[in-house]
Nanobody, 129 residues
Framework: QVQLVESGGGLVEPGGSLRLTCSASGFTFSTYSMYWVRQVPGKRLQWVSTLEESGDYPRYSDSVKGRFTISRDNAKNTVWLQMNNLMADDTATYYC??????????????????????WGQGTQVTVSA
């Protein structure tokens, strides 16, 4: 049974940092690209970051580039998202996802749930003073 379990969300002040963790099981983690996607209530899924199987070639949306860092440890079946200099606009539910493909989304194009094979349940990040 495939499982992606996110943790590390919470309430943080603007300018603060959080590190999200996604623990994977039930599939061959090292052969999948890993994704972070976020969603604000009432809005569509927004791509945040992609990391391919070996951990090279991270990709980021323009809105988080320079502030967020994605990383993975294939021995631990884990992917992280380090989020620094958080802003109110980063408030969202953050989802970890996995897929055999290596994909990015340009501009404001939304992620569709069917775009990626496996999804976690999400973790809430709230940035507020």
């Amino acid at each position: 049974q495939v499982q992606l379990v996110e943790s590390g969300g919470g309430l943080v002040e603007p300018g603060g940092s959080l590190r999200l963790t996604c623990s994977a099981s039930g599939f061959t983690f090292s052969t999948y690209s890993m994704y972070w996607v976020r969603q604000v209530p009432g809005k569509r899924l927004q791509w945040v970051s992609t990391l391919e199987e070996s951990g090279d070639y991270p990709r980021y949306s323009d809105s988080v580039k320079g502030r967020f860092t994605i990383s993975r440890d294939n021995a631990k079946n884990t992917v992280w998202l380090q989020m620094n200099n958080l802003m109110a606009d980063d408030t969202a539910t953050y989802y970890c996802a996995a897929d055999r493909s290596f994909t990015t989304w340009a501009g404001n194009r939304a992620v569709e749930p069917s775009d990626l094979s496996y999804w976690g349940q999400g973790t809430q990040v709230t940035v507020s003073a």
